[in-house]
């Protein structure tokens, strides 16, 4: 009684517009009947209301009516369908179905309008970013060495930092116990290290082994009991974000012997190395780079195009028809440049390499998804605008380096020259 007093004279304005009366027991919340929460319009209200709003608790207002251009209320649509379902013997339910069933029509062609508004700034800007950073990452391939190295890992430091926030999230954190946050900044910093180390000691062993000595320490030293799932997912993210990019460095700068059998190689400019800057290294990553982009671009129109039958669970938009579409497409290209670059010799290591980029591709594109659906979030971040964050972007390339680099230096007879 003392709440229905309460809200009735809270709500002298609706009386002076003789509005229809209303129970207001129908604003507590019912488990049993959920209602959605969009808006609706409800017609013909009083031409001089602009502006009024329930106030249930004499201090806040709890839900707002608001005039519009046109001369229609738009109100919660708790609120009107709650009014038509508490009182029928002054409102007609047929009547506020029909309102609430109208609104949401409404509601649903405003949002596709929206929606198609900003599909073309959407795409223009995923264009625009991804060409400038293709031309960026294409320049960082080819100065290579320390530039090339560097450039790695800052973004291995950003991506190890968006890993460790998705290892945070609510998703992943309801289950486990993440790492503490300066453990996640040690981890991030020895991530960012491992692949300056590789290039100055030839290897990897070296940094991997301090990197985890460092973190193990950071970890056990830390205040209260240390976790398994702390230890676990600490790890992970050191061989994720830290060891996996480190071949890249391995491919690019180690493979130093020079392709000379390419017409691109003998007249490569003094300006840029000359031609003993022209090697297998050089060579493998471009086509490697090349054949990625390749597999996620078919990939993506195929699925588009002909995308049927799910691919997996872990990324329902995944199709098998878009899989073997960028499959094709990866190996073409790969084959395309293998000719172009005259590496490799072998049209079946082309072939192979070009199958081989495919599967590491598409791997560490549904690992990071499998991450990613566990956090409850699309996006690793939103550092690259219209593409979100780096691991978005680079989850593709995660274990392709190492397939890369392990075929070219195993399987490669004189590395394919």
Known sequence: MAAATTATTSCSKI??????????????????????????ILTRPPSKLSHLGLVLDGSRTKYGFRLRRNGVVSANRRVIAAVARAEPEWVDEDNAQQEVDKGETISMKEDIASERQQKPSQLKKRIVFGLGIGITVGGVVLAGGWVFTVALAAAVFVGAQEYFELVRSRGIAAGMTPPPQYVSQVCSVSCALMPILTLYFGHIDVSVTSAAFVLAAALLLQRGNPR???????????????????????????????????????????????????????????????????????????GKAFGRTQLTSVSPKKTWEGTIVGLGGCIATSVVLSRVLCWPKSLLSAIAFGFLNFFGSVFGDLTES????????????????????????????????????????????????
Request: charged letters at 10%.
């Open 15 to 40: 009386e002076q517009h003789k509005l229809a009366p209303c129970s207001f027991s129908f604003l507590c919340a019912c488990p049993c009947r959920p209602i959605p929460s969009k808006a609706v």
């Open 370 to 417: 499998m991450i990613k659906r566990d956090a409850g979030v699309k996006d690793s971040g939103s550092l690259i605008p219209g593409h979100g964050g780096i691991l978005d972007r680079v989850d593709s390339y995660m274990f392709t380096g190492a397939l890369a680099y392990s075929f070219v230096k195993i399987f490669l007879p004189l590395y394919g020259v």
């Open 228 to 302: 398994f799932a702390q230890l676990s997912s600490a790890v992970f993210g050191l061989f994720y974000c830290g060891y996996l990019p480190c071949f890249w460095v391995k491919l690019r700068c180690g493979l130093a012997a020079p392709a000379l059998n390419t017409a691109i190689g003998a007249s490569w400019p003094i300006l840029f190395g000359g031609h003993t800057h022209w090697t297998v290294g050089l060579v493998a990553t471009l086509l490697s780079f090349s054949s990625i982009i390749a597999a996620d671009t078919f990939a993506f129109l195929g």
